[in-house]
């Protein structure tokens, strides 16, 4: 038939029906593109993520880094037994004046030690004590050489984890303290914590860093919680080295959703940012009215939707227990949004 007959035929109304739904098609055509062009740029960001993460798990086995922990385990352990006395601080004792009194007590004992291997005397009994203090879950140790150590523990669910060390020195009782040595992950901001707070505020260093380091335990493990509970449902996971970027997908359902939590403060173990999207595997029949009352209607490009319910738990929950809320409620958030979409 003639284009112009066609065009002769169809009434001004109809043929601007037809117009817009051939524009509103194109846009969510453009609409997919962009977003699978968005997915394809965070893969591939992820991806160099997971390669710098092999190369830096690679630099933590080199056999420097080993001896260090090492050592510093063995010399921990040796100040654990050779302690005479441990006493527990709260958080109001837990002040200036306290690691004041501890810099004070291992520069007089060096110095004693000093004068002991000068003078060949044999060393005062009383000052050979050993004496640590246990704030919450670290405890400093008087190390020999003017330096002080701490040791944190850190925990998850109430189980213990890893434990980490950190030595602190200074040259004098009078000048700042500096980390000469530490088993810290290399990826956590010890250097930039210590130019931060040590020099001005070195209770606030001390404690910042028990903080990141039981927030990083946290989020690692709730990560390890889910793939070892969900692993069979999860399709894709990628994680930055600290645990505060954190992407996976779920592919068991009618859509593909994708999940991104981030983390704005190493401290945080509930994300600050959330977003989930869903995927549609199917086209969906979009219906106009013009075409309920004809009874046709127009195939539509199935494009992402957010699922606000799914973010509000993740924001709020911790990770296993949001992943076991939105897997409940996700058929039902599902067939809302189909309707929605079919009868729009």
Partial sequence: MDLSVTVAMTSPSEHGEQLRKRQHSLSELTYVRDEDAKLDTTRARLSNLL??????????????????FERLQKEFEAARVAQT????????????????????????????KAMVNQTNIQADGQ????????????????????????????????????IYHCVLESKSFLEKMTVTEHTLPFFLPIREVESDHLSSNAIKFIDHLEEILQSYIDRREQVRLIKELYGNQIGELFNSLPYNLIEFVLEDFECKVTVSIRYSDLILTLPSQARVLAWPLRSYKRVSAAGRRSGSGVTAQPVPFRLPYAEDALKTLSLPEAYAEIVLNLPRALKKVFYSQESD
């Fill in 127 to 162: 000052f050979q004590s050993r004496t640590t203090y246990r704030i919450r879950n670290k405890v400093i140790y008087c190390l020999d050489g003017a330096r002080i150590g701490i040791q944190y523990a850190t925990f998850f669910a109430g189980e213990p984890c890893e």
């Fill in 51 to 68: 390669k710098r993460h092999e190369d830096l798990k690679e630099r933590l086995s080199r056999d420097s880094d080993k001896l260090i």
């Fill in 85 to 112: 006395e441990e006493i527990s601080i709260d958080d109001e004792q837990w002040n200036d004046g306290l690691l004041a009194t501890i810099r004070e007590k291992v520069h007089m004992e060096a110095e004693r």
